[in-house]
C-alpha cells in the first residue's frame, strides 16, 4: 500500500502527470518507433506502460529501472516486428 502522501498527490495530480507523459512522448518519441505497427496506437501503448507500472507498484518493485528495461524490451521488439490487420477473409 501508498504512503497517504503519495496516494493523495497521485489522487490530484495523476491524471495531469500523465497527460503530461503522452504530450512529452508525441515530442521526443521517435518516429519509426510504431511505422511497422497497425494495431498498436500511441495511446495503446501508453496504457501498457501505464498499467505495468501500476502492476509494478501493486507487487512492490522497488527498482523501477526493472519497469524501464521492460518498456524498452517492448518497443525494441515491436520495432523490429511487424503486425497486420486480420484478414477479412476469416
Known sequence: MLPVEETTYLRLYGRELFDDMIENEYRSQFNALLTNQVK????????????????????NIEDKQVL???????????????TSLPSKDL
Open 40 to 59: 498498436i496506437t500511441r495511446q495503446l501503448r501508453a496504457a501498457v506502460i501505464d498499467w505495468l507500472f501500476e502492476v509494478g507498484s501493486k507487487i
Open 68 to 82: 524501464f528495461q521492460a518498456v524498452s524490451l517492448m518497443d525494441r521488439y515491436y520495432t523490429t516486428q511487424q
